[in-house]
């Protein structure tokens, strides 16, 4: 067995040579069947313990994969920089398909320092993320092409990278993990929305679950089975050889947390524990920092693994496991989100019982937002408040097997023209004035006939940005591609070979993908209303010295506080008061709100009406170059 050099972590120098970390992911020597056998048992050595061996159906759902996974990282994180991408390497070449290979060093890397860019995980484990298209008369279908883009899966994985359950949790780690979840929801939603197909319902214990699920799921993955529809739960789960998991004590374990959601009050094993967005969420994922796993389980996760496993529930037949038995493939099957739509139940009670905002809370003395409004930059094709998206064919470089043979995988995918927000602010005070912009999107298809309470949790977060506004009145302009939504940028393979990475900012690789930003709308076009309210950015700010990284919304800051002081998802993060939208802009002075159309048109340069102006035209074409 190899021996470990147990250092602390900490004395290695920074690697600025992104490159030289590229062999952990695409090893450098070709894989005979030879080989992987000798790499397999290398590999295995390279964990350094005997209870670390490669997990061949690795779930980060699994508890026991969890903390061996974890054993692995602590492990590999010791090793001197070199030995570590060596050992990543030959594990990855014994291993070139394993998602649990991929987890750890990911891991591993980043638990020596944090601001390591690594390739994105679609190219080096491509049969994760790319199926072929899914076929079928199922009407769920109709939304494949969202659930199946890649940067979802990606955002998903690597959010769950760097947030695990079983390390102590990081900072706002459970509250966090409610909202970025319930953003995905309010996405799913807005698109289902488009598409007349209903706001996603929730299946869980109390909710749905003793009734045949309608949803099956066929994502062409290997190694991930399929489900046909009308499946039934079964009452007991079995996991290996000694885990079982029965149905009823997930039914338990809602009951406890809705009671105490209710009460206020966790029960701690030293006694009981105000309830907070934070807690709670903490105890629902179940992390480390659960209230009490033995009243509150391990539900979340649970959960996954049961509906991953409805096909052959004891493990009788050996099949595979459903897609929602991994965080990349888990976002492909329509069961994630009615079952996420469960979960949110929980937290949405909580935020149901939160006293409401008055306007004092909300408003900011000195400043109001006279008006916004959205443009598609430098086009003059849709005019004010339109936005114009696409699908696409995007073409995938992926590394399936020897590192020097890519394969490109093409894709339809959805995307828009880039747009800019002008927001005019105006700002009565004696000083200039640091205020933290929040930009919402929410469907009028929602919003329609019902109270703003009703429809509070589709409003989709689409930016959140600081600026400095002197007295007076100011234009304060923003662009899309700068959200704090999405991925900073996209950064290949062959960017970190050739060294085209900048230094600046830390890109975990956990974001919302750049080309999702924005749903997608209809052909006709789509009404959406656009809500903007500022804030004190000097009260609300963390450190209100430091602007927002992009993909903070949904992904925090690396190995810092969440740098936002408000409750994630402010001002919709409770229940609401105010009637509707217009009456909240009414009322509160610093908020104000614009009716936009989403046009999904054949290709970007498409027109709504054929009289074509060949200025107009070239404008627009200059936009997607
Ligand atoms: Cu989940």
Same mark, same amino acid.
């Given at each position: 067995?190899?021996?470990?050099?147990?250092?602390?972590?900490?004395?290695?120098?920074?690697?600025?040579?992104?490159?030289?970390?590229?062999?952990?992911?695409?090893?450098?020597?070709?894989?005979?069947?030879?080989?992987?056998?000798?790499?397999?048992?290398?590999?295995?050595?390279?964990?350094?313990?005997?209870?670390?061996?490669?997990?061949?159906?690795?779930?980060?759902?699994?508890?026991?994969?969890?903390?061996?996974?974890?054993?692995?990282?602590?492990?590999?994180?010791?090793?001197?920089?070199?030995?570590?991408?060596?050992?990543?390497?030959?594990?990855?070449?014994?291993?070139?398909?394993?998602?649990?290979?991929?987890?750890?060093?990911?891991?591993?890397?980043?638990?020596?320092?944090?601001?390591?860019?690594?390739?994105?995980?679609?190219?080096?484990?491509?049969?994760?993320?790319?199926?072929?298209?899914?076929? &079928?008369?199922?009407?769920?279908?109709?939304?494949?092409?969202?659930?199946?883009?890649?940067?979802?899966?990606?955002?998903?994985?690597?959010?769950?990278?760097?947030?695990?359950?079983?390390?102590?949790?990081?900072?706002?780690?459970?509250?966090?993990?409610?909202?970025?979840?319930?953003?995905?929801?309010?996405?799913?939603?807005?698109?289902?929305?488009?598409?007349?197909?209903?706001?996603?319902?929730?299946?869980?214990?109390?909710?749905?679950?003793?009734?045949?699920?309608?949803?099956?799921?066929?994502?062409?993955?290997? &190694?991930?089975?399929?489900?046909?529809?009308?499946?039934?739960?079964?009452?007991?789960?079995?996991?290996?050889?000694?885990?079982?998991?029965?149905?009823?004590?997930?039914?338990?374990?809602?009951?406890?947390?809705?009671?105490?959601?209710?009460?206020?009050?966790?029960?701690?094993?030293?006694?009981?524990?105000?309830?907070?967005?934070?807690?709670?969420?903490?105890?629902?994922?179940?992390?480390?920092?659960?209230?009490?796993?033995?009243?509150?389980?391990?539900?979340?996760?649970?959960?996954?693994?049961?509906?991953?496993?409805?096909?052959?529930?004891?493990?009788?037949?050996?099949?595979?496991? &459903?897609?929602?038995?991994?965080?990349?493939?888990?976002?492909?099957?329509?069961?994630?989100?009615?079952?996420?739509?469960?979960?949110?139940?929980?937290?949405?009670?909580?935020?149901?019982?939160?006293?409401?905002?008055?306007?004092?809370?909300?408003?900011?003395?000195?400043?109001?937002?006279?008006?916004?409004?959205?443009?598609?930059?430098?086009?003059?094709?849709?005019?004010?408040?339109?936005?114009?998206?696409?699908?696409? $064919?995007?073409?995938?470089?992926?590394?399936?097997?020897?590192?020097?043979?890519?394969?490109?995988?093409?894709? $339809?995918?959805?995307?828009?023209?880039?747009?800019?927000?002008?927001?005019?602010?105006?700002?009565?005070?004696?000083?200039?004035?640091?205020?933290?912009?929040?930009?919402?999107?929410?469907?009028?298809?929602?919003?329609?006939?019902?109270?703003?309470?009703?429809?509070?949790?589709?409003?989709?977060?689409?930016?959140?940005?600081?600026?400095?506004?002197?007295?007076?009145?100011?234009?304060?302009?923003?662009?899309?591609?700068?959200?704090?939504?999405?991925?900073?940028?996209?950064?290949?393979?062959?960017?970190?070979?050739?060294?085209?990475?900048?230094?600046?900012?830390?890109?975990?690789?956990?974001?919302?993908?750049?080309?999702?930003?924005?749903?997608?709308?209809?052909?006709?076009?789509?009404?959406?209303?656009?809500?903007?309210?500022?804030?004190?950015?000097?009260?609300?700010?963390?450190?209100?010295?430091?602007?927002?990284? &992009?993909?903070?919304?949904?992904?925090?800051?690396?190995?810092?506080?969440?740098?936002?002081?408000?409750?994630?998802?402010?001002?919709?993060?409770?229940?609401?008061?105010?009637?509707?939208?217009?009456?909240?802009?009414?009322?509160?002075?610093?908020?104000?709100?614009?009716?936009?159309?989403?046009?999904?048109?054949?290709?970007?340069?498409?027109?709504?009406?054929?009289?074509?102006?060949?200025?107009?035209?070239?404008?627009?074409?200059?936009?997607?170059?």
């Amino acid at each position: 067995m190899k021996p470990c050099s147990c250092r602390s972590s900490s004395s290695f120098p920074r690697y600025a040579a992104h490159s030289e970390l590229l062999p952990a992911f695409l090893p450098r020597r070709h894989t005979t069947r030879d080989q992987i056998l000798s790499d397999n048992a290398r590999a295995n050595n390279c964990l350094c313990s005997p209870s670390c061996e490669v997990i061949d159906d690795f779930s980060t759902f699994s508890e026991a994969h969890m903390i061996q996974a974890g054993c692995a990282v602590a492990q590999l994180a010791r090793l001197p920089r070199s030995s570590l991408v060596d050992a990543l390497e030959t594990m990855k070449a014994g291993h070139p398909h394993s998602e649990y290979v991929e987890y750890i060093s990911r891991r591993a890397l980043h638990a020596q320092d944090p601001t390591l860019i690594l390739p994105p995980i679609h190219q080096t484990l491509p049969s994760l993320f790319f199926g072929p298209p899914e076929g &079928g008369r199922d009407p769920e279908h109709r939304l494949s092409w969202w659930r199946e883009d890649p940067g979802i899966a990606t955002h998903h994985f690597n959010w769950h990278i760097y947030y695990p359950y079983t390390e102590p949790p990081r900072d706002r780690q459970g509250e966090l993990f409610a909202y970025m979840h319930q953003q995905m929801l309010a996405r799913y939603d807005f698109e289902r929305l488009a598409l007349d197909m209903g706001r996603v319902t929730a299946y869980g214990p109390g909710y749905g679950w003793n009734s045949p699920l309608k949803e099956g799921c066929n994502i062409r993955i290997p &190694g991930k089975s399929f489900r046909p529809a009308n499946m039934p739960l079964a009452h007991l789960y079995r996991f290996g050889w000694c885990s079982v998991t029965l149905v009823d004590v997930l039914s338990r374990h809602k009951d406890m947390l809705f009671y105490s959601v209710a009460r206020g009050i966790l029960e701690g094993p030293e006694g009981n524990i105000p309830v907070s967005m934070d807690h709670l969420g903490n105890t629902v994922e179940a992390n480390m920092g659960s209230a009490n796993k033995k009243i509150y389980g391990n539900l979340h996760n649970q959960g996954h693994n049961i509906i991953a496993s409805m096909n052959d529930p004891e493990g009788e037949y050996g099949i595979e496991k &459903g897609p929602m038995i991994s965080t990349a493939t888990a976002p492909k099957d329509p069961v994630f989100y009615r079952w996420h739509k469960f979960i949110d139940a929980i937290f949405e009670t909580f935020r149901y019982n939160q006293v409401p905002y008055e306007v004092e809370d909300l408003e900011m003395a000195g400043i109001s937002l006279e008006s916004v409004s959205l443009n598609c930059h430098g086009n003059k094709v849709g005019g004010d408040n339109a936005l114009i998206t696409f699908m696409k $064919e995007q073409h995938y470089v992926t590394y399936p097997g020897n590192p020097e043979q890519p394969v490109t995988v093409t894709k $339809e995918i959805l995307d828009h023209v880039p747009f800019r927000y002008t927001i005019k602010v105006r700002n009565t005070g004696a000083e200039p004035a640091l205020l933290v912009f929040r930009i919402f999107l929410a469907s009028c298809v929602g919003l329609e006939g019902g109270s703003l309470e009703e429809v509070r949790n589709t409003f989709v977060e689409m930016d959140k940005f600081v600026d400095l506004v002197p007295p007076g009145i100011l234009e304060v302009s923003r662009e899309s591609t700068d959200s704090s939504v999405i991925l900073p940028e996209e950064i290949t393979v062959d960017d970190i070979k050739s060294g085209r990475v900048s230094e600046e900012g830390v890109r975990c690789g956990c974001g919302w993908p750049r080309n999702l930003l924005l749903p997608r709308g209809t052909p006709g076009g789509m009404k959406a209303k656009v809500f903007v309210i500022a804030t004190d950015w000097m009260v609300d700010g963390v450190n209100p010295d430091e602007a927002l990284p &992009g993909s903070v919304s949904y992904c925090g800051k690396t190995n810092a506080p969440y740098p936002d002081k408000r409750d994630m998802g402010f001002p919709f993060d409770r229940a609401i008061e105010f009637g509707s939208v217009e009456e909240m802009e009414r009322k509160v002075r610093n908020c104000v709100t614009a009716t936009v159309t989403i046009s999904q048109r054949k290709h970007p340069q498409q027109r709504p009406s054929s009289p074509k102006d060949p200025q107009e035209v070239e404008n627009s074409f200059v936009l997607v170059k």
